[in-house]
């Protein structure tokens, strides 16, 4: 999980997605925008086309993938509660436990319980996007970036049990 102000999304993900890559990984980026596979329609919206798009991804072969939910924040947020939408993205994020995801959220919203409980590493990005930082890797806390010590830090107080798969 990530945590980072709305904008860090896109380009935390793509830099992250260089690196995968370069390690032989596929990346999915569930952003709700058609591709070819999806209808072309804008009738459709945001978070249907992305609720396809996840059920593709968690149904496909996940060896070797990664898949980014850029919106899960807006998908499945507590204060929201049930919508249509979290209900049927929870279910999906639970269907195939062996798929490695990386949920984006920002820090003003809160996650379902059901769905934080995913997530037992996050990465806090503390800097506001509209301040502008200069760009470079999102690290754990314990292995500080030099020029900025504490823009970036992780929080490791999510316990797990040997049944629970850890999701990044």
């Not at 709305?6 to 993900?13: D, E, I, N, Q, S």
């Not at 390690?23 to 709700?32: F, K, N, Q, S, T």
């Not at 980014?68 to 249509?84: F, I, Y």
Request: negative net charge; glycine residues 8%; hydrophobic residues 40%.
């Amino acid at each position: 999980m990530v945590i980072a102000d709305k904008g860090w999304t896109h380009l935390l993900f793509y830099d992250l997605r260089e690196r995968l890559m370069a390690a032989g990984l596929r990346c999915e980026y569930i952003d709700g925008r058609p591709t070819t596979v999806d209808s072309p329609s804008d009738e459709n919206g945001v978070m249907v086309t992305a609720i396809s798009q996840l059920r593709r991804a968690v149904r496909g072969s996940v060896e070797g993938v990664v898949v980014g939910l850029p919106h899960l924040d807006v998908m499945a947020a507590a204060e929201g509660g049930w919508t249509n939408v979290a209900r049927e993205v929870v279910p999906f994020l639970y269907e195939a436990p062996q798929a490695v995801l990386i949920g984006f959220c920002d820090p003003t919203l809160t996650l379902l319980p059901v769905v934080d409980k995913l997530f037992s590493k996050r990465f806090v990005v503390d800097q506001s996007f509209g301040k502008g930082v200069e760009s470079g890797p999102v690290v754990a806390a314990d292995q500080p970036f030099p020029s900025e010590p504490h823009a970036v830090s992780a929080e490791h107080d999510k316990p797990s049990s040997p049944a629970d798969q850890p999701r990044d």
